[in-house]
């Protein structure tokens, strides 16, 4: 792995704030919709910096200190909600322990590691003058439920964007284009009856009908970096007694949409495939994706990083201009019992983040 060179003291330094900055994090519960005690740490973590912040709901971003509204600005975005702890946590999932060269905690990963080396790099280039881009942090919530109060709920206040990194765990490595998110919520319709006697019109039956399509139908438009669009049924209920045919039957399915298709078109489809009820949750996670000669990509495909479609979803959904997700940890590690970090990571991260963008600043 090429690991770019940067000034030993300066990469310490930062390093040792965005663990300490990490640690505070994972000790404060941040579930989405409840992040406003994580949203003044870093807010005050801003003014120990004598760095002025805006903050709305529980939103926090900062302007780089020569903010020119007359250049072209990068975005620097990641989230402070996490998910809730899953059952199978043996350590306390709000103790950040240091051990093995391992972070533990919840949101260490998913995305804390992301957010404070985001956040490190943004100090070391804050006082920088002539840069050629402004730089922006934004320290933003919900994104775990994809909510409306999140990052999308304070772009059109940030200015102008023109290029967004979107902090999430790619082992470093270039996200250049992510799946969308379509949740279909679907009913099929029956006639109840005593299950002794014959009922051709079984709702159970029918949704079945419906499932299967979801599970066999191939769409034409297949993309070279995120591949199909993969439907996946998720969800099934039905019925309440053994000896009574429902007259209903709900289930739920996952579609993940490739930059092909909009989520409207792939609704569409679906509702004119299937006999059941099909809703739309939203139509408004779409697929993302940045052009291979953007001046970013370029530069971190020069140091040795590699670039792959993200088949899941994050911020990048609801920021409408291009972008792409890059930070530190493993995608597999996010929501999973005793969670961890390498430590290392965010190290590594802080260094290549500064490289690139000083190949563009």
Known sequence: MNTPKSSNSTAINLYEIAISLLKQLIATPSFSKSEDETATIIKDFFKSHEIPTH??????????????????TILLNSHHDTVKPNT????NPFEPIEKDGKLFGLGSNDAGGALVSLICTFLNFYEKENLNYNLIITATAEEEISGVNGVE???KELGKIDFAIVGEPTEMNLAIAEKGLLVLDCEASGTSSHAAHPNEDNAILNAIKDIHWFTQYKFDRISPIL???KMTPTIINSGSQHNVVPNSCQFTVDVRTNELYSNEEVYHLVKENVQSKVTARSLRLNSSSIPMDHPYVKAGLAIGRTYYGSPTSSDQAVIPCPSLKMG????????????FIYT????EAIEIYISILTKIL
């Not at 903050?55 to 072209?72: E, F, G, L, T, V």
């Not at 290392?344 to 190290?347: A, G, L, P, Q, Y």
């Open 55 to 72: 903050r709305s709901m529980n939103n926090i971003w900062a302007y780089n200190k020569y903010y020119d509204a007359s250049k072209p």
């Open 88 to 91: 199978g946590y043996t350590l």
């Open 153 to 155: 709920s304070i772009y």
């Open 227 to 229: 591949g199909e669009v």
């Open 328 to 339: 530190p940890g493993l995608s597999t590690r996010s929501h999973s019992s005793d969670e």
């Open 344 to 347: 290392n990571e965010i190290k």
